[in-house]
């Protein structure tokens, strides 16, 4: 009886290959899977799907990952404002834990001998696969065929006409991944330290003018609301909202990162709805939490983002990051108010029952209700005293010395 070898599937040359390679020349029972993290329309995972099966897969599973993608990981990047090194909000990273996730489910539900991926032996997909699959399911063989016979995009091509496989070999000019949390655009641009992609080369083009505000409404950090309008998951919240934002231009960058395996590295990536939304969420948090609340998530957001991008979701001390950073939510509801104009927006400013800037203690800079200037002069005093004994013994001018 043949080997089960599960194979996570995008359709593209290199998982392509590794269909045909696997079933004949290795003899493997082939059976591909695709996780949706929102990047595919239901067109589009049809035809992936026929196309597996005319490769010759014993079977074929389409995952409807979106929802799951938001509730195990998304959202947290939300509660944390989570930015890699202040700019890229882990668009593909993230998608890439969740798609390798539901792929070890799939090997271990089909009790498959080995799982395969189509990465490469340079980048960061590589260690974030490898590493979820010898944690969910160890012992299995883990088959990378494009990385193992360290295969040209031309060597890969030749093979697949020999096997009669008709299929689209030209080489696209840049390189797209789209997901529920932005879309990464890799091109000749980025392969360098200099250089920006040209308007034609962003997925979405701007095709809006002027300006218009957008009202977002968060229920204990979670977008529920644009507009007025109501989702039932913030998942659809946050496609509703990048239908706005997106033709505005907004959210456009490139990432310089350090990657796992210690290089340098350059994306593109345009976030229009994520950046939106952690700016908006971030505005609201500075109106109700506290200073100490604030500098603390700060600290752990930053090591989440930091070790999700680097593969480890599934080191126990995310979880206790995580049920930190949900705590701190349940104060964080409200309307945040955002302009948005090409290329750019303005957080306008928010509403919340929970504002810690109630005119009710005062108004800064203007007058204080909360408490008395007798009570500052005696404050200051106290707060600064073991700082001005330190002056006084370590900085006297009468030292004998």
């Known amino acids: 009886m043949a080997k089960k070898v599960v194979l996570g599937f995008?359709?593209?040359?290199?998982?392509?290959?590794?269909?045909?390679?696997?079933a004949e020349d290795k003899?493997?029972?082939?059976?591909?899977?695709?996780?949706?993290?929102?990047?595919?329309?239901?067109?589009e995972l049809e035809a992936i799907e026929a196309h597996a099966r005319r490769l010759g897969v014993t079977s074929h599973t389409t995952i409807d990952a979106v929802k799951g993608y938001y509730d195990r990981i998304i959202r947290y990047l939300v509660y944390g404002n989570v930015l890699k090194n202040n700019t890229y909000p882990l668009s593909v990273s993230a998608e890439r834990l969740s798609q390798a996730l539901h792929i070890a489910e799939h090997a271990r539900r089909l009790e498959a001998d080995a799982v395969a991926h189509g990465s490469t032996g340079a980048g960061n997909d590589q260690v974030r696969f490898d590493m979820i699959f010898h944690i969910m399911i160890p012992g299995t063989e883990i088959i990378t065929p494009i990385r193992d016979l360290k295969l040209s995009r031309e060597e890969e091509i030749e093979y697949l006409k020999k096997k009669g496989i008709s299929m689209n070999f030209e080489k696209a000019q840049y390189s797209i991944n789209k997901g529920l949390w932005g879309t990464s655009v890799?091109?000749?641009?980025?392969?360098?330290?200099?250089?920006?992609?040209?308007?034609?080369a962003w997925p979405t083009q701007v095709t809006?003018?002027?300006?218009?505000?957008?009202?977002?409404d968060f229920e204990?950090?979670?977008?529920?609301?644009?507009?007025?309008q109501r989702f039932d998951h913030p998942s659809d919240a946050i496609l509703h909202l990048q239908q706005i934002v997106g033709p505005y231009?907004?959210?456009?960058?490139?990432?310089?990162?350090?990657?796992?395996?210690?290089?340098?590295?350059?994306v593109g990536f345009e976030a229009a709805a994520p950046m939106v939304i952690l700016k908006a969420h971030h505005a609201l948090e500075k109106h109700v939490l506290t200073k100490w609340q604030l500098q603390w998530k700060d600290t752990l957001a930053q090591f989440y983002g930091n070790w999700l991008h680097e593969g480890q979701i599934l080191d126990p001390v995310m979880r206790d990051i995580e049920a930190f950073l949900e705590q701190s939510q349940s104060c964080v509801t409200?309307?945040?108010?955002?302009?948005?104009?090409?290329?750019?927006?303005?957080?306008?400013?928010?509403?919340?029952?929970?504002?810690l800037m109630s005119s009710r203690f005062g108004k800064y800079g203007e007058m204080n209700t909360g408490f008395t200037g007798q009570d500052v002069r005696g404050f200051s005093r106290i707060f600064g005293n073991q700082t001005v004994i330190w002056n006084a013994v370590n900085n006297s001018t009468d030292d004998a010395s």
């Open 27 to 43: 003899g493997y029972e082939v059976h591909s899977i695709i996780v949706n993290t929102g990047g595919f329309s239901a067109a």
């Open 249 to 266: 231009g907004i959210g456009r960058d490139i990432h310089v990162g350090d990657t796992i395996i210690g290089i340098k590295g350059r």
């Open 10 to 22: 995008s359709g593209g040359l290199d998982t392509t290959f590794c269909v045909k390679y696997l």
């Open 220 to 228: 204990k950090g979670e977008l529920v609301g644009v507009n007025g």
């Open 186 to 200: 890799g091109g000749k641009e980025t392969l360098s330290s200099k250089g920006m992609l040209p308007e034609e």
């Open 208 to 216: 809006k003018n002027g300006s218009e505000e957008a009202i977002l």
């Open 334 to 355: 409200g309307k945040v108010f955002v302009q948005l104009m090409p290329y750019r927006f303005q957080v306008i400013g928010i509403e919340s029952a929970h504002d």
